[in-house]
């Protein structure tokens, strides 16, 4: 049976690596299971786990975009928001808040912009910085992030990202940004403690189910009050890749987020309630052969943000039986592998590599070569190939 890397590999025979490629047929079969698993509850796209725009573009159009399939986009910059608008998009969700007085001018600046896009918000001085870059525009969308992690009195399960958690905190900050001339359209939660574990031990899965359990109960009571101060929401966000059933079986929800899922990065191996396949891959060449057992290959070096450990690092894929070197591991210029099959690549033989992390992949290459089921294959420029940085 051909598998995914048996297509990319052929195709991409003639080309160069270091060289990043993505199987369309994969692609577009986790597009259909993350929309599946959205249950109807529309699905928006996650930017930065993207970071290609013709493959935003290839999610949104695909057909799977009607009531209860693929809406708008969360953005993680609102440089790249701007940017994207500028391109054609119009339903622009900030996942994060922005200090960035130039970016928020020419926002002001932007009667489209102003429609288009959603800024996230999680405490009144981001209303000031805002203010001050946009003062006598027309009134400025906004969402109030909430915080979703689960605490067990002193102990803090999640990531730290909002100070509001309670709902009279966040009916409050959304009275104060209505006072002072702002649209508040929305409230966001992101789950990560659900969608970011995967949840292969029996442990993880009672931490998950609790927590899902006590955010449904404060989810609803924070639209409640927020609805009680500033009139009903056109967003209520929640969710990720990894979360998807449990997020949108929640009805004061109106959309959930994911972007990892289309590619399904290593770091999403180990979930139970999905089996999504990999669809986005990276090649290196041989250059060298230190030892009989040791092939050396050049580039390799992307290593994923979060906690420093085996899980951030590149993962040999084929030849199988590859593994890194304990005191080198993915290597700024160099990366060496060992393991039963290492001293049967030849120089100039290539080696399959995934990333742990999903678009920062794009981050590395100028290029995607997108394979389709036929063997085409089809250059197209990640954010970095377009002259895009946004940090």
Not at 20 to 37: G, I, P, Q
Not at 83 to 104: E, F, H, K, N
Not at 117 to 135: E, K, Y
Not at 228 to 239: K, Q
């Amino acid at each position: 049976m051909t598998t995914t890397l048996d297509r990319l590999t052929a195709a991409t025979r003639e080309l160069d690596p270091p060289l990043a490629a993505l199987d369309l047929t994969t692609l577009r079969s986790n597009a259909a299971d993350l929309v599946r698993r959205a249950g109807g509850t529309p699905v928006r796209v996650a930017s930065k786990s993207v970071r290609c725009r013709a493959v935003l573009e290839e999610t949104l159009g695909s057909g799977l975009t009607a009531a209860g399939g693929f809406r708008g986009i969360m953005t993680y910059s609102l440089r790249e928001a701007l940017w994207l608008v500028s391109l054609g998009a119009r339903d622009v969700l900030m996942g994060y808040p922005t200090v960035d007085r130039g970016a928020l001018a020419d926002l002001a600046a932007n009667p489209v912009a102003i429609q288009s896009i959603t800024l996230m918000i999680d405490d009144a001085a981001q209303l000031d910085v805002v203010r001050s870059s946009s003062s006598g525009t027309p009134p400025i969308r906004v969402c109030l992030d909430v915080d979703a992690s689960l605490r067990f009195g002193p102990v803090h399960i999640g990531v730290r990202r909002s100070p509001l958690r309670e709902p009279s905190a966040v009916a409050a900050l959304a009275s104060v940004a209505r006072a002072r001339g702002f649209a508040v359209v929305g409230v966001m939660f992101y789950e990560a403690q659900i969608a970011g574990l995967p949840d292969a031990s029996a442990a993880i899965r009672l931490i998950k189910k609790a927590s899902a359990r006590e955010l449904s109960e404060r989810r609803g009571a924070v639209v409640a009050a927020v609805t009680d101060a500033v009139g009903t929401l056109e967003i209520v966000n929640s969710g990720g890749t990894g979360s998807l059933e449990v997020s949108a079986a929640d009805s004061v929800v109106t959309e959930v987020t994911a972007g990892s899922g289309l590619y399904v990065p290593t770091l999403f191996d180990r979930y139970r309630a999905f089996r999504p396949d990999p669809a986005l891959f990276f090649a290196l060449s041989a250059v060298r052969k230190p030892t009989p057992k040791v092939t050396t290959l050049f580039g390799g070096g992307y290593i994923a943000s979060g906690p420093a450990g085996p899980a951030r690092v590149p993962t040999p894929m084929s030849p199988r039986g590859l593994k890194l070197l304990r005191n080198e591991g993915a290597g700024e210029v160099q990366t060496p592998v060992t393991g039963r099959v290492a001293g049967d690549i030849a120089i100039g033989d290539r080696v399959w590599f995934r990333h742990a992390k999903a678009g920062e992949l794009c981050e590395r290459f100028e290029k995607v070569n997108v394979v389709e089921a036929d063997g085409t294959v089809t250059a197209v420029p990640t954010y970095r190939g377009e002259g895009q940085c946004f940090g």
